[in-house]
T-cell receptor, first 117, second 113 residues
Framework: AQSVTQPDIHITVSEGASLELRCNYS??????LFWYVQSPGQGLQLLLKYFSGDTLVQGIKGFEAEFKRSQSSFNLRKPSVHWSDAAEYFC???????????????FGTGTRLQVTL | DTAVSQTPKYLVTQMGNDKSIKCEQN?????MYWYKQDSKKFLKIMFS???????INETVPNRFSPKSPDKAHLNLHINSLELGDSAVYFC????????????FGEGSWLTVV
């Protein structure tokens, strides 16, 4: 069964600083990976996804993530954080893929991002 | 147009009551889901339907009963509500059951008092 680990529960960065949120996954084959963001009191918005191909994927709101198979990681990055980026960020993996068995999305425990002015 | 919409967004009810949350998607997807987010923000799948057929049923009390009248709708009915049912319930959909992007609704905040 697949699993996701987000080792950082809470991160604080200054506005304008760079950001990296860590995500490690466990899955037996090539994973389909996602980052979602949840603003306070809001739903889950898809930031970006990786299915195959280029290991550096671009998302919305200036976010990007890099898939590293050797490290089983899919870290989320942003070069310059804005105060509006304060939210909860979830990494997720979907599986099993195309096996005839129903797929489901498995989430990490989330990282809460706080942005100081 | 909202792709995945669920109602109500907020629901406060007393223990022992029965309540329903409705969900509709206009994306033409075949597969729909219910996820639960607990007080620690942990998200876990509850159910999944593919073309009105139940395909995922995680370990959920049988007080929770999903119903899919057609592939665009997936409702969640909860009987005899308990304090521990307080959570955010997210409806979601994907193109099919084989591993695709899953799109979420805005969530329904359920508080049981």
């Amino acid at each position: 069964a697949q699993s996701v680990t987000q080792p950082d529960i809470h991160i604080t960065v200054s506005e304008g600083a760079s950001l990296e949120l860590r995500c490690n996954y466990s899955y037996g084959a090539t994973p389909y990976l996602f980052w979602y963001v949840q603003s306070p009191g809001q739903g889950l918005q898809l930031l970006l996804k990786y299915f195959s191909g280029d290991t550096l994927v671009q998302g919305i709101k200036g976010f990007e993530a890099e898939f590293k198979r050797s490290q089983s990681s899919f870290n989320l990055r942003k070069p310059s954080v804005h105060w509006s980026d304060a939210a909860e960020y979830f990494c997720a993996v979907v599986g099993p893929i195309n096996t005839g068995t129903a797929s489901k999305l498995t989430f990490g425990t989330g990282t809460r991002l706080q942005v100081t002015l | 147009d909202t792709a995945v919409s669920q109602t109500p967004k907020y629901l406060v009810t007393q223990m022992g009551n029965d309540k329903s949350i409705k969900c509709e998607q206009n994306l033409g997807h075949d597969t729909m889901y219910w996820y639960k987010q607990d007080s620690k923000k942990f998200l876990k799948i509850m159910f999944s339907y593919n073309n009105k057929e139940l395909i995922i049923n995680e370990t959920v009390p049988n007080r929770f009963s999903p119903k899919s009248p057609d592939k665009a709708h997936l409702n969640l009915h909860i009987n005899s509500l308990e304090l521990g049912d307080s959570a955010v319930y997210f409806c979601a959909s994907s193109q099919d059951r084989g591993g695709n992007t899953i799109y979420f609704g805005e969530g329904s905040w359920l508080t049981v008092v």
